[in-house]
Nanobody
Framework: QVQLRESGGGLVQAGETLRLSCVAS????????MGWFRQAPGKAREFVAS????????TYETPLKRRFTISRDNAKNTVYLEMNSLKPEDTAVYYC???????????????WGQGTQVSVSS
């Protein structure tokens, strides 16, 4: 079992940048692909980005690809999400998870972290 802990969220103004971190403990981090999701108030949890175990392959929710970058450092057991040019509609709780399936739905991920709040003011 992998335990995940997100950090790096906060309150920022529109146009600013945040980098989220997700540190893994437990089983070997480099065995797994990883992903980021987000959930805004009253909305379903939605896919943001994923990265393969090696970091060679990434997938994004298309509208976010220009502003968000997922990366990982297997030596530090950490996956990152850099978010640029933040908008008020990016306000959500951001979660990382282990990619266990072949798709990009909530059901394709497991071992969810507790989430980190990102709030973007206009």
């Amino acid at each position: 079992q992998v335990q995940l802990r997100e950090s790096g969220g906060g309150l920022v103004q529109a146009g600013e940048t945040l980098r989220l971190s997700c540190v893994a403990s437990g089983r070997t981090f480099s065995d797994y692909g990883m992903g980021w999701f987000r959930q805004a108030p009253g909305k379903a949890r939605e896919f943001v980005a994923s990265i393969s175990w090696s970091g060679d392959s990434t997938t994004y929710e298309t509208p976010l690809k220009r502003r968000f970058t997922i990366s990982r450092d297997n030596a530090k057991n950490t996956v990152y999400l850099e978010m640029n040019s933040l908008k008020p509609e990016d306000t959500a709780v951001y979660y990382c998870a282990v990619h266990i399936g072949s798709g990009y739905t909530v059901a394709d991920f497991s071992s969810w972290g507790q989430g980190t709040q990102v709030s973007v003011s206009s």
